[in-house]
């Protein structure tokens, strides 16, 4: 199930624009200060600026899940690109594995969603799916439980909600289980959807815990549940979500993912050096009603962990490390090197052009 993007808070950044966010945003270690005055560029320049850019203009994307805290540097980039020019149809999916079906079956350009689902994929063969940057290189899922279940142990026997069984919210507390000395198959695993409706069946008493991403986890803390676990105290080499497109879109059109790459680690990094202007950008992003002070929390978490791809998020080695954990969990039926179903190109170029984060 997938549901089109309100374009109301683009129409709220376009006011930020004018304040020099989305400028700010594609500056790269710069700091905010100097260019906080800046004002958007005239209709005429940003024409111009366009007709100069890698097509095709028009793009459509399908994100794993709503923007939050986590993925902030998604809708920082989108109103980049739009504002040079590019035409984006933004659908929101349940799932990194509807995303990565939609992706295989050519009705989405560019995918968001967990690695894991673009390395699933590629067992199957045929034209390849294949990641070419990492906005979450550190999973930022937290175990939530009801208030009666303060430990790992108290999970066992009992109904644990995910996504989608073989979904990355079922395989990583199934390996924070496993590295805690604990059986995850002594866990009756439920399926309930994305992490609304996790904290929805966890409300109901469907189910006694499931992780949540941190924003949505705060919102539960707040609420009267407990916060027992961080995943990435335990899978700090795991890759959390990525950008993927086919190896037949990305050998047509190298160009335009570099540029997708440009401009989002670019909001990365201003998301980054830029907390305050970060917090009323995500404020907005949630129509203002959001509390200031948990998305505060959330984004110290995400700061605290690593959690934005500053520097493309992608390295051999925690790419190889991501392959064997799926291997080990039985995700896939034999190991996959990176190569196989990601790239370094685009992400080694950024660093080489910009330096390191």
């Known amino acids: 199930m997938s549901r089109p993007l309100s374009r109301r808070s683009f129409v709220r950044l376009a006011a930020l624009t004018a304040g020099g966010l989305a400028v700010g945003a594609c500056r790269g270690a710069e700091p905010s200060a100097a260019p906080a005055g800046a004002s958007a560029p005239a209709a005429g ?35 980049r690109l739009r504002d040079q020019g590019y035409e984006i149809e933004t659908t929101i999916m349940d799932s990194a594995v509807i995303t990565s079906k939609t992706l295989v079956a050519g009705e989405i350009d560019i995918g968001e969603g967990a690695v894991s689902a673009a390395i699933q994929a590629n067992q199957a063969g045929g034209d390849r799916l294949r990641v070419f940057c990492s906005i979450n290189p550190v999973t930022d899922y937290v175990i939530v439980t009801a208030p ?27 390996v924070v289980l496993q590295r805690n000395g604990l ?24 189910i ?4 949540m991403h941190i924003e949505e986890a705060l919102l539960a803390q707040k609420d009267g549940y407990n916060i027992i676990y961080e995943a990435a105290k335990v899978m700090p080499e795991y890759i959390a979500n990525g950008l993927m497109a086919k190896d037949s879109f990305i050998r047509e059109h190298p160009a335009l993912i570099q ?48 959690g934005w791809g500053v520097d493309g998020g992608l390295t051999a080695d925690n790419m190889n490390a991501t392959a064997q954990e799926e291997f080990e969990m039985q995700t896939i039926e034999r190991p996959m090197p ?16 910009k330096g390191k984060f």
Do not use: C
């Open 259 to 306: 540029h997708l790459t440009d401009v989002v680690v670019d909001a990365a990094r201003w998301a980054m050096q830029n907390r305050d202007a970060a917090l009323q950008f995500a404020k907005q992003e949630e129509g203002g009603e959001a509390d200031l002070a948990m998305l505060g929390a959330a984004y110290d978490a995400m700061a605290r962990n690593k």
């Open 148 to 174: 009666d279940v303060t430990s790992l142990q108290g999970l066992i026997g009992r109904r644990v909600g995910v996504a989608r069984l073989g979904s990355i919210s079922h395989f990583v507390p199934r």
């Open 208 to 211: 006694v815990g499931g992780v």
């Open 45 to 79: 320049a940003a024409a111009a600026q366009a007709t100069a850019l890698p097509g095709p203009m028009k793009l459509k994307m399908g994100f794993s899940g709503a923007f939050d805290i986590t993925k902030l540097p998604y809708p920082i980039a989108l109103a």
């Open 338 to 353: 990176w190569e196989e179903w990601a790239t370094l190109d685009y992400v080694n170029h950024y660093v080489n052009e």
């Open 183 to 206: 059986d995850p198959d002594a866990v009756e695993w439920i399926a309930v959807g994305g992490t609304a409706a996790r904290r929805a069946a966890l409300y109901s008493g469907a």
